[in-house]
């Protein structure tokens, strides 16, 4: 059966699980807590790196900063689709105040900027404020 890698969200640990369409539950192997939370994650630059050589998942970036009023009205919708991806696709939040180098590492001129990595590659992003269906639609194609 084929396995893909997946950081977990809570202690960091790398599991190999099942590659299967859907799932019921999945435990972390090592801290045991639940691989099946949605929840966006923030990440800083060294905590990016591991999830870009540890984690096959598609990898759903929000490139924000606090001050934006169109990152902030989008967080609610980034949230709600990452609902709809447990263990298909690992959404982030980069905060582009707190770390600057890597907004610039990918050339973020306009915030919020959303990409897409899949096998530490970008393979799509936009700029601009989407809601919840439109969010969906625009990971599924990337799946």
Not at 60 to 72: E, K, L, Q, V
Request: aromatic letters at 8%.
């Amino acid at each position: 059966m084929n396995k893909i890698n997946v950081l977990c969200p809570h202690c960091g640990g790398v599991n190999a699980i099942p590659l299967k369409d859907s799932y019921v539950k999945a435990a972390c192997g090592h801290c045991k807590a639940s691989l099946l939370d949605t929840k966006p994650i923030s990440v800083d630059a060294s905590s990016f790196d591991r999830l870009m050589l540890n984690d096959e998942r598609l990898i759903i970036a929000d490139f924000w900063a606090p001050w934006c009023g169109p990152c902030r009205s989008m967080a609610p919708s980034f949230e709600e689709a990452a609902r709809h991806f447990p263990l298909k696709a690992l959404f982030i939040k980069i905060n582009t105040e707190e770390q600057q180098h890597l907004g610039g590492r990918f050339g973020i001129r306009s915030i919020p900027t959303v990409i897409a990595f899949k096998n530490n590659r970008i393979v799509d992003q936009f700029s601009g404020a989407l809601p919840t269906p439109q969010i969906i639609a625009w990971v599924k194609k990337h799946l």
